[in-house]
């Protein structure tokens, strides 16, 4: 080992208490030691506390675009992590050394727990095959089972990163497994019990609100009644709808592309490797997958992905559309609807004093907003698939991870801190329900749309009355003929003859 005497960036990975990765960051040192590592283009010096090697350096110093936060994502590793440890055991079944084919699983292993996660420092912005960050996880599977063996960092002895780790592998088929298994993970454990999370807590809020009359509105304008839990059980379906189309796309998320290594081919493979290999990763991950029955496809584009993004993208305009029917019904306290008393969870402003803001449909909105951007990149990137290899695989697996994981988040928020402590203003809603004028629809079969309806409605606006008052001034209907006739409550359903 060297010890070299200037300040290069160092990595640290941050956890919470319960030993969760949180980011990684960057700090500076000094005195470092390091190690040198070879590739087919030379020797280079790597830090001697980090498992990785030549390859990964080599990276580091070609694509400084970004920095941290252009990082690959935890979920993407992990997956990278089940990937080799799979190919490990079947790999140990057609010749690999099962003692070396243990090492590789171990070490596999600390990858998928999240253990070594400061061990993968390499930006989305690289190779278009991701082929860099293959090389960083063979490379750090191979160091820390040669650890585990008791042998030297960075002698590839008796763990080679290519010869072992990579074996009957090409990054073209590896990275679109891992892409396809993280992408199938986080929808399985984090959107979709984030999604039901929201559904339910709409749903309640349907229930609860289920007699609550409020008037309705559309282009901005009112409209005839419904009820609180009418209008929120709209919601309640674009949910339902999201969750359905999120487990719509898993069943192409589940075919992989493993075993077609370099084309699609299969070259440098055994017979059944494939099959193998993706009944390994669902024994590791207990979630299904199954081997792609057309690896030159699977290599070649990543349409999959795109229609997994599509849906996130329709979730994400569902979300903006709630949030901001929220935030609009919640305005005033004074000067707005007000139809909803949204909780009050920290001050607004730091101008005026007592002033509450809706914070949590703002953040709902713009996390929505960059999903939307995100669906601009992965459709960009997987229609420039050409011939046999798709090489914008990295910046696809980010946007798409980045939506899943943002979108949980969002919904998870917003349920905890938003839904469930809506209220209903009743005073403020009867008050804007007897004042509307559309309640004068329910009179169109007595009294006809042109000739009599339309003149009080107007006459009522025109001289700021209510529209009972305008109906009786032109002798239209009596006061009594027109409670009868114009109650909300007979205006929530289609007539019963």
């Known amino acids: 080992m060297t010890s070299l005497n200037f300040t290069p960036k160092s990595l640290a990975c941050v956890t919470d208490a319960q030993g969760e990765f949180l980011f990684i960051q960057y700090f500076f040192c000094s005195n470092q030691s390091f190690r040198?590592?070879?590739?087919?283009?030379?020797?280079?010096?790597?830090?001697?506390?980090?498992?990785?090697?030549?390859?990964?350096?080599?990276?580091?110093?070609?694509?400084?675009?970004?920095?941290?936060?252009?990082?690959?994502?935890?979920?993407?590793?992990?997956?990278?992590?089940?990937?080799?440890?799979?190919?490990?055991?079947?790999?140990?079944?057609?010749?690999?050394?099962?003692?070396?084919?243990?090492?590789?699983?171990?070490?596999?292993?600390?990858?998928?727990?999240?253990?070594?996660?400061d061990h993968f420092p390499l930006v989305v912005f690289q190779t278009g095959s991701g082929t860099q960050t293959n090389m960083n996880v063979n490379e750090v599977i191979s160091n820390r089972a040669i650890e585990l063996l008791g042998g030297e960092l960075g002698s590839k002895n008796p763990v080679h990163p290519n010869d072992h780790v990579n074996m009957s592998q090409s990054s073209n088929d590896t990275f679109p497994t891992a892409m396809h298994v993280a992408a199938v993970t986080e929808i399985s454990h984090s959107l979709l019990p984030a999604l039901t999370g929201l559904r339910d807590a709409l749903d309640e809020k349907v229930q609860s609100f289920s007699h609550i009359i409020k008037i309705g509105r559309t282009h901005l304008q009112d409209a005839t009644p419904l009820t609180f839990g009418q209008e929120f059980s709209g919601y309640v379906q674009q949910i339902d709808n999201g969750i359905a189309r999120a487990k719509d796309v898993l069943p192409r998320l589940r075919f992989l592309a493993q075993g077609g290594t370099a084309v699609g081919t299969g070259l440098n493979t055994k017979k059944d490797f494939d099959?193998?290999?993706?009944?390994?990763?669902?024994?590791?991950?207990?979630l299904k997958f199954q081997t792609a029955p057309n690896k030159f496809e699977a290599l070649a584009c990543h349409d999959a992905l795109a229609?997994?993004?599509?849906?996130?993208?329709?979730?994400?305009?569902?979300?903006?559309?709630?949030?901001?029917?929220?935030?609009?019904?919640?305005?005033?306290?004074?000067r707005g609807f007000r139809e909803l008393m949204l909780p009050e969870n920290e001050p607004g402003s730091s101008i005026m004093p007592g002033k509450v803001n809706p914070t949590q449909c703002e953040a709902m909105t713009m996390v929505t907003a960059q999903v939307m951007g995100n669906q601009t990149t992965v459709s960009i990137a997987n229609s420039n698939g050409h011939f046999e290899l798709n090489v914008f695989k990295p910046v696809i697996i980010m946007n798409v991870l980045q939506s899943i994981?943002?979108?949980?988040?969002?919904?998870?928020?917003?349920?905890?801190?938003?839904?469930?402590?809506?209220?209903?203003?009743?005073?403020?809603?009867?008050?804007?329900?007897?004042?509307?004028?559309?309640?004068?629809?329910?009179?169109?079969?007595?009294?006809?749309?042109?000739?009599?309806?339309a003149k009080a409605a107007k006459k009522a606006h025109r001289e700021g009355t209510t529209l009972k008052e305008a109906t009786v001034a032109l002798q239209f209907l009596t006061p009594e003929e027109?409670?009868?006739?114009?109650?909300?409550?007979?205006?929530?359903?289609?007539?019963?003859?």
Not at 275 to 286: H, L, Q
Not at 311 to 324: E, R, T
Not at 409 to 432: E, M, P, Y
Not at 482 to 497: C, G, S
Request: glycine content about 8%.
């Open 36 to 117: 040198t590592e070879r590739d087919t283009f030379g020797e280079l010096q790597v830090p001697a506390d980090r498992y990785w090697g030549a390859q990964t350096q080599r990276s580091l110093q070609n694509f400084d675009i970004g920095g941290p936060s252009q990082w690959l994502p935890p979920p993407l590793i992990k997956a990278f992590g089940v990937v080799k440890n799979a190919a490990s055991i079947v790999n140990a079944s057609y010749g690999l050394d099962p003692k070396i084919g243990e090492a590789i699983q171990r070490a596999a292993d600390d990858v998928i727990s999240g253990k070594l996660m």
């Open 275 to 286: 099959v193998r290999v993706a009944a390994e990763i669902s024994n590791i991950t207990g």
């Open 307 to 334: 229609e997994a993004h599509g849906a996130l993208n329709v979730i994400a305009c569902s979300l903006m559309k709630i949030a901001n029917d929220i935030r609009f019904l919640g305005s005033g306290p004074r």
């Open 405 to 453: 994981h943002s979108l949980s988040d969002a919904s998870r928020s917003f349920t905890k801190n938003c839904v469930v402590g809506i209220r209903a203003n009743k005073k403020r809603i009867n008050h804007l329900l007897n004042k509307s004028l559309m309640l004068a629809t329910i009179l169109n079969s007595h009294l006809g749309y042109d000739s009599t309806l």
């Open 482 to 497: 027109f409670d009868e006739k114009v109650r909300p409550e007979l205006m929530l359903h289609p007539d019963d003859e």
